[in-house]
């Protein structure tokens, strides 16, 4: 148990439209990820947030777009989806400084028709 | 650009043959290399961090070992709930915070 919860577990959505998928943190953590893992491949680096501001970003267009709270939660908003935007959606907290161990989520399984 | 490379990409053992994955990596400046077990549908889950070459951590039937280009997970006489993803990645002094992720390898262990 990682202390990671993310939600809704499952999500389906049409080509355009925008999504919000949700992260809370384990208590404490300062360091929040987030990840896009298409089926048989290994998780993508979208981007990082520290004490609530984007800190380092992958190779993902603007309308990906993040925020993070005080209260440990986090959200990834996608903006105009397209369908190969259909992956699973991973967040990972961890503690800056602490050995920079990622701790998982169950993710989000976001499909786009 | 960090670079991960994990083979093979799938590996089918019975129940006590020992066997090893590989992870090789190119990375400017090396901060860590973590491995992660992934099951079906769910996260991954966090295995081990090696810092430096020389350096292995064991748990259970499981031990890692990293080198200055690669790291090994050999496992030990699998069980069937063994099977499951191995994930490796790593972290660069260039890239705070990102985990750039090889494919991974898919084992499956079987009675």
């Known amino acids: 148990e990682t202390g990671v919860t993310q939600s809704p577990t499952h999500l389906i959505k049409t080509r355009g439209q925008q999504v919000t998928l949700r992260c809370s943190s384990q208590?404490?953590?300062?360091?929040v990820s987030w990840y896009q893992q298409a089926l048989g491949q290994g998780p993508q680096f979208i981007f990082q947030?520290?004490?609530?501001?984007?800190?380092g970003r992958g190779n993902f267009p603007p309308r990906f777009s993040g925020l993070q709270f005080p209260n440990y939660s986090s959200e990834l908003n996608v903006n105009a989806l397209e369908l190969d935007d259909s992956a699973l959606y991973l967040c990972?907290?961890?503690?800056?400084?602490?050995?920079?161990?990622?701790?998982f989520g169950a993710g989000t399984r976001l499909s786009v028709l | 650009e960090d670079q991960v490379t994990q083979s093979p990409e799938a590996l089918r053992l019975q129940e006590g043959e020992s066997s090893s994955l590989n992870c090789s990596y190119t990375v400017s400046g090396l901060r860590g290399l973590f491995w992660y077990r992934q099951d079906p549908g769910k996260g991954p889950e966090f295995l081990f961090t090696?810092?430096?070459a020389g350096e292995e951590k064991e748990k259970e039937r499981l031990k890692a070992t990293l080198t200055k280009k690669e790291s090994f997970l050999h496992i030990t006489a699998p069980k069937p709930e063994d099977s499951a993803t191995y994930l490796c990645?790593?972290?660069?002094?260039?890239?705070?915070?990102?985990?750039?992720f090889g494919a991974g390898t898919q084992v499956v262990v079987t009675p």
């Open positions: 990645a790593v972290q660069s002094t260039d890239s705070w915070g990102k985990f750039q």
């Open positions: 990972a907290s961890s503690l800056s400084g602490a050995k920079n161990i990622q701790y």
């Open positions: 947030y520290y004490r609530e501001e984007e800190n």
């Open positions: 090696l810092y430096s």
């Open positions: 208590s404490g953590h300062n360091t």
